[in-house]
């Protein structure tokens, strides 16, 4: 078994970045899910409610991230943005302390959305932990919904497809690593792994929402894959696919490295 695949998400609910290899840092991969689009109350936006959000693409130039959509020019906002615009911000139930990245890319994304909204930056001082009914110790994290890192197998994603008319691709569950070598949804049954030289705690499965069900390529919401995943993948009446982990330590992680099971789950 091996990490096929890598993905950092810069922007919540915007596309995804393959890499070759991404350091780990105290919240999750570096730089993932550090910025967020919100609404005028400071609620958080994503492809729920906001499914075009899956045409922004993003890249990562120097000191900046660099944020392209088609019709309008790239917008450049700086990794560590500077700014005296301190706000309050609403992610599930955390209210979270926010920089606000200004003016310019705020008109630039209420372009391309159609709709009011702000960019916002998570400085390192803010305070956000993971949920610890199954942290083993407080684990801060980033804008993510709720851990600081997804796994998802290519055989449970093989088998999904095998079972719909239209395969989907993985960009539709979003997750930073990508297994190759395992059996279809072994994945559930693991409760510590090592990938290459860092131990993850495998928290909870992951709940789907509607996301899945958003092309990535055109940002339009269609009824499956989710529709087919509640046929077979339903769990005390939530929809599971993927595994949510808990690193155990920084360090870099990088495709092709191995990976052990270290414990199983209780069954």
């Given at each position: ?145 709720a851990f600081p890192l997804l796994l998802i197998s290519k055989a449970s994603l093989d088998d999904l497809n095998n079972r ?104």
């Amino acid at each position: 078994m091996h990490l096929k695949e890598l993905y950092v998400y810069p922007i919540k609910s915007a596309r995804g970045i393959s890499m070759k290899s991404a350091q780990l840092d105290a919240r999750g991969l570096e730089l993932d899910r550090r910025w967020m689009l919100i609404d005028d109350d400071g609620g958080f936006l994503t492809q729920r409610k906001n499914p075009r959000m899956a045409l922004l693409r993003v890249e990562v130039r120097e000191k900046h991230l660099v944020v392209r959509t088609d019709g309008l020019q790239e917008l450049t906002v700086p990794i560590h943005p500077v700014s005296e615009m301190a706000r309050r911000v609403q992610i599930w139930k955390d209210t979270v302390d926010a920089v606000d990245c200004g003016d310019d890319a705020a008109r630039w994304f209420t372009s391309m959305l159609g709709r009011s909204c702000r960019l916002v930056y998570m400085p390192d001082e803010a305070r956000r932990i993971a949920d610890l009914r199954y942290a083993r110790q407080e684990s801060p994290v980033s804008f993510v919904d709720a851990f600081p890192l997804l796994l998802i197998s290519k055989a449970s994603l093989d088998d999904l497809n095998n079972r719909l008319a239209e395969p989907v691709t993985m960009d539709r569950f979003r997750p930073n690593l990508v297994i190759e070598g395992c059996a279809t949804y072994e994945e559930d049954t693991w409760e510590r792994i090592q990938i290459g030289q860092t131990s993850f705690h495998v928290a909870k499965p992951c709940v789907r929402c509607t996301v899945p069900n958003v092309d990535q390529k055109t940002g339009t919401r269609g009824v499956e894959p989710l529709r087919t995943l509640e046929s077979y993948r339903t769990f005390d009446g939530k929809v599971c696919f993927g595994q949510n982990l808990i690193h155990e330590g920084k360090g870099i992680l990088r495709v092709g490295d191995p990976l052990s099971v270290m414990s199983l789950k209780a069954m």
